[in-house]
């Protein structure tokens, strides 16, 4: 199995996946040097998508992909299905779910900006703005700042009011949250602090769907297992990666290394 992101926001799918499958080897891509993702062109994130594929398939024998990152899922996961063979799996913002679990039918969407103006994402608000009011923020900021706490960085709370300003200034704002980011389920204790008021908050993400789809494939395809460890490769070889190391204890990997990507 190859997990990929740009960064640690994928770890926390892999969490789960650990969770329900806790024999699964896997290989997880940190593609640091392309971080974040969410500022990238959707060609570049369709290009080095593809990249990353093609070349641990030539090394590793892979059988399911896992799309850790939302801003690739809205942008390249139709393409990359019709270009391999193998199952590819993406993660969403679920705002089907938040529609059914609202009580103020005011959602609030936080994603990237490229996943906020992905196509897929433009559909599935309008689909569901009939029957509640969606208010949207696009950011690249929240994702750097969840980068810096797991590195043991201090988040910084005025930061995060600038970033949900849009929302606290509303007379009625969101009582359920969309993480439309794997990087956001980070920072959920800090983003509750800031939008806590009176009535409750709930917080919504896909992380656990998708580990739960890895798993049922898994269970359906009885697939025997070629990958014999736990890998890490990650893109670029800096003094900030080394910080991460104690954090990826916890993932068991048996080799953690550089892997060139162009």
Known sequence: MLIFDSGVGGLSILKNIKKILPKIHYIYILDNEAFPYGNKTEFFIIERSIK?????KKIHPITIVVIACNTVSTVALSILRNKFK???????PDIKTASKITKNKIIGLIATKTTINSYYTKKIIYKN???NTIQ??????????????????????????DIFQPWTSLLSYPDTIILGCTHFSLLEEEIKKILYKKSSLFFIDSIQKVAFQIKNYFYKSKNNQN?????????????????LLCYLKRYQFAKIEYFNLN
């Open 129 to 131: 703005s009939f029957s």
């Open 52 to 56: 990353i594929i093609n070349t641990i």
């Open 136 to 161: 949207v923020i696009g950011t690249n900021k929240l994702a750097l700042i969840a980068e810096k706490k797991v590195r043991g960085i201090t988040v910084p709370e005025i930061k995060l009011k």
């Open 86 to 92: 193998f199952p590819i799996i993406g993660i969403f």
């Open 227 to 243: 990958i014999k460890k736990n890998i890490l490769l990650y893109s670029k070889n800096t003094k900030d990666l080394q910080n």
